[in-house]
């Protein structure tokens, strides 16, 4: 990616990167939530659906094309919080480590990999609660649906704020956001590459952004089972207590075979949701003068 010289820092600097990620998570919702769905019924339950098509089809069947977007709220809003604060975070670790560590010059692949760990980490914050409220919405499966705000106050009425109320998926999410790794060191990688073609910034970005995202989903797919387990099943507030309790649950009853479940939308939904949010995210940098790093 284009190097720069170092500069002093401005507000404008550091609130820019947040800007772009908010467009980055109303494209990325906009065109992925629907899949999302599919995906996290097929994770969450073992016996109602045969595969992925089987759910689409029941869904529709049961409770039409509103069934697609149950639990569409908290990631309109938690995912442009998210990709807000994700991104705005990896923009801003991406400054202050080229400034620090390398000079003003441009990141290589550890720089780039350190930034999108800790944004991953960072943003694990915001979603670990937005991810409970939302898988909670998904699974419902009768007619009497709740909305989001009744589901976080009982959540919240229940079982509170910490590791076993609103926050309940905290561990799961930061072992799952680690895989950060892949994700923007393949970026980093693939855009790279691309970048050597002289293609159209616009058309390098989504197809480093759908590319990378496809990788970061193959490695990190078993640990977002395993958060969707534990979010989804009540019976971890007493009977389990760790993340491998559940890892050990799924592979008890559904063996190896459990933490592949949902695979096919969740991929399906990787490249086309994430192509469209870093072409939209990067874009903005590009229209506000702040060039990747």
């Known amino acids: 990616m284009s190097s720069s010289t170092s500069k002093p820092t401005t507000t404008y600097d550091v609130l820019i990167g947040y800007l772009a990620g908010t467009f980055s998570g109303l494209a990325k919702n906009a065109v992925g939530h629907p899949l999302d769905t599919i995906k996290v019924r097929l994770q ?23 069934g697609f977007y ?29 400034q620090n560590f390398y000079n003003g010059e441009s990141l290589d692949l550890k720089g780039h990999v350190a930034a999108g760990v800790m944004a991953g980490w960072t943003v694990s914050f915001i979603a670990a609660p937005v991810e409970y409220a939302k898988v909670k919405l998904q699974i419902q499966y009768g007619k009497g649906n709740r909305g989001p705000i009744s589901v976080i106050k009982e959540i ?54 759908g590319f990378s995202a496809s990788c970061f989903w193959i490695t990190a797919y078993p640990f977002d089972v395993v958060k969707s387990y534990v979010l989804a099943n009540d019976k971890f507030n007493g009977s389990f207590k760790s993340w491998l309790d559940a890892t050990k649950e799924i592979y008890r009853e559904k063996g190896i075979k459990g933490f592949g479940r949902g695979f096919a939308p969740s991929i399906m939904r990787a490249f086309p949701a994430n192509a469209a949010a870093l072409a939209a995210f990067e874009g903005v940098l590009r229209l506000a003068g702040t060039g990747s790093h």
């Open 156 to 209: 919240y009425q229940r079982q509170g704020l910490g590791l076993n109320g609103l926050y309940k998926g905290l561990v799961s999410t930061l072992i799952f956001r680690t895989h950060f790794i892949t994700w923007w060191g393949s970026y980093h990688l693939f855009t790279e590459k691309l970048n050597s073609f002289n293609w159209n910034p616009v058309l390098v970005n989504f197809l480093a952004g």
């Open 44 to 66: 969450t339950t073992s016996t109602q659906f045969t595969g992925p098509l089987d759910c689409v089809r029941k869904t529709y069947a049961t409770q039409g094309v509103k």
């Open 70 to 98: 149950l639990g569409f709220t908290p990631p309109l809003v938690g995912w442009v919080v998210m990709d807000s604060v994700m991104l705005g975070s990896l923009h801003n670790y991406r400054r202050i480590i080229k």
